[in-house]
């Protein structure tokens, strides 16, 4: 069984441009979130989207947006970069059928994406 | 105050020793809580969850839940040097800023 696959792995931008990243969940999930991991700040949750639809979203700026399509893969796009978006960025899915109620919340992660902006 | 909250630490236990890991929460509706642990360099990968209160164990481990405290404890028990890791606390999906920790051999 594949598991949560995010591309890419490693990018490089400059101030200003705008980054897309992809995130393939278990086949199965349904649902898709994305966190920003920086060693200052842990792990602070973006958003959330299930069956297309954006179902949580955390307290960032409106420069960070998101998508779900029909076949569960989201992408996450920032726009204007800035340094402070400097950060590993991780994607999991969860709501496996079978899991129960608690159990389907459960997340499985990727790799993360590490973005480095200069 | 933030959502979730744990000591930074570092926290550092000799092998064979129970390791206690704590977490608060401010959303008292809250249904459901996770343990996770994250490897240097590595991804969170899931300890277990409990959403009911009193006690899960799971082998080695402990999860506690007390909500009318909204306190989640992670208890270690008999712990290996392979157990040294960033421990994070998952309420909803909101992450605690973790706890690191090392166990000597």
């Known amino acids: 069984k594949a598991g949560v696959t995010q591309t890419p792995r490693y990018l490089i931008k400059t101030r200003g441009q705008q980054v897309t990243l992809s995130c393939s969940p278990i086949s199965g999930h349904r649902s898709v979130s994305w966190y920003q991991q920086t060693p200052g700040q842990g792990l602070q949750f973006l958003f959330e989207?299930?069956?297309?639809?954006?179902?949580n979203k955390g307290n960032f700026p409106g420069r960070f947006s998101g998508r779900q399509f029909s076949n569960s893969r989201s992408e996450m796009n920032v726009s204007t970069l800035e340094l402070g978006d400097s950060a590993l960025y991780l994607c999991?899915?969860?709501?496996?059928?079978?899991?129960?109620?608690?159990?389907?919340?459960?997340?499985?992660f990727g790799a993360g994406s590490r973005l480095t902006v200069l | 105050q933030k959502e979730v909250e744990q000591n930074s630490g570092p926290l550092s236990v000799p092998e064979g020793a129970i390791a206690s890991l704590n977490c608060t929460y401010s959303?008292?509706?809250?249904?459901?809580f996770f343990w996770y642990r994250q490897y240097s360099g590595k991804s969170p990968e899931l300890i277990m969850f409990i959403y009911s209160n009193g006690d899960k164990e799971d082998g080695r481990f402990t999860a506690q839940l007390n909500k009318a405290s909204q306190y989640v404890s992670l208890l270690i028990r008999d712990s290996q040097p392979s157990d040294s890791a960033t421990y994070l606390c998952a309420v909803q999906m909101r992450f605690g800023a973790g706890t690191r920790l090392t166990v000597k051999p």
């Open positions: 989207y299930f069956s297309e639809t954006q179902r």
């Open positions: 999991a899915s969860s709501g496996g059928r079978g899991m129960g109620l608690s159990g389907a919340n459960v997340l499985t």
């Open positions: 959303d008292r509706g809250s249904q459901s």
